[in-house]
């Protein structure tokens, strides 16, 4: 069989499509504001992904704005809106990306007859002609125009050849079958693309690329299975973020590609050593920590405890080592800056650490370096990539945490007296709590003038010692809607508040957000 690729890069050249900024950040807990998004997309285009899948432009004005910034902000990679197959979808996401060097459109519909009976309510025949419509508008404004089989792996493949062949016709480039269930055994669902591309239609003029989900762990196999059969797209996201259980993991399907080139005889443009500053950043964006024994990225992915297995790696790494840590831009030595290090220096760190110094207030951001190396004896990479990201939020928010003042002793009642700025203005309260935390989070509260159900709260010391950076997470709800806060601090009840602050910042966008919002989402 064949290998299709109208690619310049060659035939055994595999596209690389991120769609953390889509579907990952619509997963629960991973919501980004725009700033954040905007970081995340400087840090693909380092990592030199193909396309990035900015957002979904319809959805929301939030997500129109990240998608027409991230258009905008960068040169190499290709940017898409995804779009259903509605004309106000499909003009929304050619507006979006209007800005982008290279400006593309992602339409899907359901072609499964589950979904086209429960979900869309519609015949093949609509599904077809919703399908080639939609193409059609797209195509009379741009030429990258991908289409999806939403739940592919779960519909009749003579009907998916049918519409496949018809948006060919009508312009489509790229053909993705997406396991959007998670559903797909890697045998079979190789099987579908060998079988695509040899019953439709123009199949040779098209990319086929694949879209996974990890429901049953094998979004990374069912992946690699497609591009066994000829894919030369995957699309993923970093840390496998996404719907559930999550996508297929980007860091996993670059170094499965890459370690394995012997029997995969494909390669990415992946620059690999820029996937832990990718894994890290997202990571303290949203909050949520890499599982240590998470592949490629968790902290215990190169670390060896049976003392088999040290003594094999001592005379030789290849004993028990498959990859390289430093391919992966994993820090030989964590330890970087301390009171001396001159604001260039830290500068070179942040790039380093694939922080972009123009996305934050960097003068902010040294001050509290240099306020932190007064606290602490040594400061490491993860402390540096917190602080930049609290910077990163600052930027982009409503509310601002002025000043917190705590009291407590073992005879009174915790409590606490907050200043914020609301709009420009500063207000104050006070409240009392069954601790330091809870007297804080009464008084922000009275200040905001909501009091959303704190649903998750933790607290993780960066790095090691009582005199560590404190992260704080914390996931709140109202109104049926969940958003993740994250803050940072030496101080454990500073952290907090800086946590609940961005999660409150957060709602307030999505809320606004929300009133536009007429959409079931992918
Ligand atoms: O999982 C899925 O089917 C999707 C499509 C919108 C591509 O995310
Ligand atoms: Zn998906």
């Known amino acids: 069989m064949s290998t299709t690729s109208s690619n310049h890069a060659g035939a055994d050249y595999v596209k690389i ?19 954040e998004k905007v970081a995340i997309a400087r840090q693909l285009e380092r990592l030199n992904v193909d396309i990035i899948e900015a957002g979904f432009a319809a959805s929301s ?54 979904h086209l009976k429960y979900k869309l309510n519609m015949t093949r025949e609509d599904v077809l002609n919703a399908a080639t419509w939609a193409v059609t508008r797209a195509k009379r404004h741009l030429d990258h125009i991908e289409f999806s089989c939403e739940d592919a792996s779960r519909s ?16 489509a480039r790229i053909i993705n079958l997406p396991d959007t269930t998670g559903h797909a055994i890697p045998e079979e669902f190789g099987r579908m693309f060998a079988y695509m591309r040899e019953h439709v239609a123009g199949a040779d003029e098209v ?42 993991s980007m860091e996993e399907v670059v170094m499965a590609i890459r370690t394995r080139k012997d029997l995969m005889e494909v390669r990415t443009g992946i620059d690999t050593r820029q996937i832990y500053p990718a894994s890290r950043l997202l990571s303290q964006i949203i909050g949520q920590p890499v599982p240590p024994n998470k ?42 800056l301390g009171k001396h290090s001159g604001r260039h220096a830290f500068v070179n760190r942040l790039q380093e650490l694939g922080v972009d110094p123009a996305t934050i207030d960097v003068e902010k951001a040294f001050a509290a370096f240099k306020a932190l190396c007064d606290k602490k004896k040594i400061v490491y990479d993860d402390d540096i990539l917190a602080l930049a990201n609290e910077e990163t939020r600052r930027t982009a928010e409503r509310f601002e945490l002025v000043d917190v003042i705590v009291m407590s002793s073992s ?32 008084a922000i509260y009275k200040i905001a003038g909501i009091t959303p159900a704190l649903e998750r709260y933790s607290v993780k010391a960066i790095t090691g010692g009582t005199d560590a950076l404190g992260e704080v997470s914390c996931l709140v709800r109202e109104d049926g809607m969940t958003v993740a806060g994250q803050g ?28 536009a919002r007429a959409v079931e989402g992918p």
């Open 17 to 35: 499509f991120d769609t953390t900024l889509r579907d990952g950040e619509q997963s629960p807990g991973c919501t980004m504001n725009v700033e």
């Open 61 to 114: 004005p939030g997500d129109f704005e990240a998608v027409r910034r991230i258009a905008e902000a960068l040169e190499r990679p290709a940017v898409l809106s995804l779009s259903r197959t509605r004309d106000e979808d499909v003009d929304a996401a050619l507006k979006a990306v209007e800005g982008a060097r290279r400006p593309g459109v992602h339409i899907f519909i359901a072609t499964s007859d589950i």
């Open 156 to 171: 009749d493949w003579d009907y998916m050849a049918k519409i496949c062949a018809e948006v060919i016709r009508a312009g």
């Open 207 to 248: 990319i086929w690329s694949a879209h996974c989900h990890n429901d049953l762990g094998l979004a990374v196999a069912n992946s690699l299975a497609a591009v066994r059969n000829g894919a030369r797209q995957v699309e993923c996201t970093i840390n496998g973020i996404g719907e559930r259980a999550g996508n297929t």
């Open 295 to 336: 592949p490629i990225v968790g902290d215990n992915a190169f670390a060896h405890e049976a003392g088999i297995h040290q003594d094999g790696v001592l005379k030789n790494k290849l004993t028990y080592e498959i990859m390289k840590p430093e391919d992966i831009g994993i820090p030989s030595n964590k330890l970087v």
């Open 411 to 442: 005879r009174t009642e915790p409590r606490a007296e907050v200043t914020m700025r609301v709009a420009g203005e500063e207000r104050n309260a006070a409240a009392t709590g069954d601790g330091m935390v809870d007297a804080c989070y009464k």
């Open 488 to 515: 940072a601090h030496s101080d454990i009840v500073m952290a907090s508040a800086l946590a609940l602050v961005n999660a409150l910042n957060r709602l307030k966008a999505r809320a606004a957000g929300a009133a």
